[in-house]
């Protein structure tokens, strides 16, 4: 079973930093992206930003300006550099890979949790 391996997650105040990584498995061939979902207590899991394999990042607009995204291809690894936090931002982040050519397959990180509090 393939499993994705999120750290960097805890507690920050707001205003705060904290950047996560996600390293997924070297045996997934064929990535077309690789991006950042979060899911809030008592609300449905929302995209955060995404960086398609050889293409810009998009973003939600809640982050825009304050997050980035980015990949180091040779080590499989995702980044979420998260600046300016806020307490709106306190939510489980999971990453995700998107591979395949012609059967798309999802691959899911366990979740890493985020708090901004004061």
């Known amino acids: 079973q393939v499993q994705l391996v999120e750290s960097g997650g805890g507690l920050v105040q707001p205003g705060g930093s904290l950047r996560l990584s996600c390293v997924a498995p070297g045996n997934i061939a064929s990535i077309n992206a690789m991006g950042w979902y979060r899911q809030a207590p008592g609300k449905q899991r929302e995209l955060v930003a995404v960086?398609?394999?050889?293409?810009?990042?998009n973003y939600a607009d809640f982050v825009k300006g304050r997050f980035t995204i980015s990949r180091d291809n040779a080590k499989n690894t995702v980044y979420l550099q998260m600046n300016s936090l806020k307490s709106d931002d306190t939510a489980v982040y999971c990453c995700?890979?998107?591979?395949?050519?012609?059967?798309?397959?999802?691959?899911w990180g366990q979740g890493t949790q985020v708090t901004v509090s004061s």
């Open positions: 960086l398609p394999t050889g293409m810009s990042a």
């Open positions: 995700n890979v998107n591979a395949g050519r012609f059967n798309l397959i999802n691959y």
